[in-house]
C-alpha cells in the first residue's frame, strides 16, 4: 500500500499535532455548549475519532453519510443522503466534523439540513481544507491544512474505497490510476 504513495503531504506526527491544537481550540469554543458532534462517514471517521480523544469537554457523537464521489476521482454531481443521524438536533450547537472540504457541495447541503432541522448553530472543521476547489459558498470555520488542487489519500481519503487506514496524507503514483 505504502509503494503506491508518490509523496507524504502530511506525516502522521504533523496530524496529530495540528488536531491537538483544533482540539484545545474546539473545547474552549464548546465548554459548556452541549455540542453534537456530526461525523460525515466514511473519510472523517479517523479525523474524528482523534479530535474528540483530545478534547476535554461534555460533547455527544452522530454519524451522517452523504455521497458525492462514487469510487472515482471525479465528482459524479450527484448527492444522496446515505445514512441519516439518530439525534435530534433541534436547539443543538451542532459541530460538524469533515475529513476534506473541496467544492463546498457536501457542506452546504448538510449545514441547510441542520439548519432546516432546527440546530441552533451549525460550525464546521474539516482537517483538510481545499479552497482552490470551492464552488459553493461555504463557511468552514476550523481547519487543520489548506491543501493544494490535488486528488489525495489516507486518513481517512479513499481511492476507490482503499487508502483510508494511511495515517498520513499523500499524493497517489499515476500508475495506480493508469491500470484502471
Ligand atoms: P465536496 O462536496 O466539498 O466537493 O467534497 C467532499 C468530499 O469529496 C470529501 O468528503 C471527500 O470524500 C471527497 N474529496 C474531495 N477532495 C478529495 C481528495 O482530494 N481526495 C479524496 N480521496 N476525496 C476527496
Ligand atoms: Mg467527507
Ligand atoms: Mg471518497
New binding site residues.
Partial sequence: MNNDIEKVLYSEENIQATIAKLADQLSEEYRDKDPLIVS?LS??VLFTVDLIKKMDIMAQLDFIDVS??FGG?A?TGH?KLIHDLTTDVKDRNVLIT????????????LVNLLKERGAKSVKTVSL?N?PE????D?NVEYYGFK?PN????GYG???KGY?RNLPYVGVLKSSVYSED
Fill in positions: 460525515v473519510g472523517a458525492t464521489y476521482t465528482t448527492l469533515e475529513d476534506i472540504v473541496d467544492s463546498g457541495r457536501t457542506l452546504q447541503f483538510l481545499k476547489g470551492r464552488e459553493f461555504v491543501v490535488e486528488f489525495l489519500v481519503l479513499d481511492y487508502y
